[in-house]
């Protein structure tokens, strides 16, 4: 989407909120405020026009009282979670969509971390939360080992160029768990060491993309024959086997 910057907010301990705008429209978005003060700061004077929330938990939320009385923004989240969305203006799902300005947005009900979980798919852009991270998942809260495979399939049926902004910063711990499952995968060691770096720095690890998602995220590779044998599930199905990596990543 020509039109659409954006950008990363550090928040609490690991949490990404990030703003997405078109200042000539005079639209300006944050993601998953889990609290207001870095997101004012990230503002540098703009005017804050909306709050998106891909989930009511806390730490996706927790700003959006303080933003929307600063700065009159407009609330947005799962219709289907209303009544845990604090101040909430707008519910949204996926049979309506979402209109941003002049920009089409399409929800998707990705349930499992929570029930009312959502993702947002802008042009070339997808919101997460925490439902699916660069290289993982979350974890099943309030949803079946089912609901996250059908969840995370709607994700990973996005074109594999699609930017992923996820809501934490796991990525090198998931890269761990991901290399003890499928070590022989190149595409998976290669990112490891890239990881490595960019947290050596204290760089972000986002955004990833569907493609690199589906390439390296065992979440998403429950076909892989190098991952089932190292579970010593090669004729499982693969909500058995998704339940198994999910399970094990719980305990590691
Ligand atoms: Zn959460
Ligand atoms: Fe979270």
């Given amino acids: 989407m020509p039109g659409l910057k954006i950008e990363i907010i550090a928040c609490l301990k690991d949490n990404y909120a990030y703003l997405v705008g078109d200042p000539a429209a005079g639209l300006c978005a944050v993601v998953d405020p889990s609290e207001a003060a870095p997101v004012e700061a990230a503002l540098e004077g703009r005017r804050l026009t909306h709050i998106l929330n891909t989930h009511h938990h806390w730490d996706h939320s927790g700003g959006n009282r303080e933003l929307k009385e600063k700065f009159g923004a407009e609330v947005v989240g799962p219709e289907k979670d209303r009544s845990r969305i604090p101040a909430i203006d707008v519910g949204v799902d996926e049979a309506g969509g979402w209109r941003f300005g002049e920009y089409a947005v ?147």
């Fill in 106 to 252: 399409r929800i998707l009900e990705v349930p499992a971390h929570t029930k009312g979980a959502i993702a947002f798919v802008f042009e070339g852009a997808v919101f997460t939360g925490d439902t699916l991270f660069a290289l993982g998942c979350g974890r099943l809260f309030e949803g079946t080992p089912e609901m996250m495979v059908q969840s995370l399939a709607k994700l990973a049926a996005l074109p594999d160029e699609t930017r992923v902004y996820c809501g934490h910063e796991y990525t090198l711990a998931n890269a761990r768990f991901a290399m003890t499952l499928e070590p022989g995968n190149a595409d998976l060691a290669k990112r490891f060491r890239e990881i490595e770096a960019l947290r050596a720095k204290g760089a972000p690890t986002v955004p990833s993309s569907i493609g690199l998602e589906k390439r390296t995220n065992p979440f998403l590779r429950t076909a892989s024959a190098e991952i089932r044998a190292a579970l010593g599930m090669e004729t499982a199905g693969e909500v058995e086997v998704f339940a198994e990596i999910r399970r094990r990543k719980d305990n590691f």
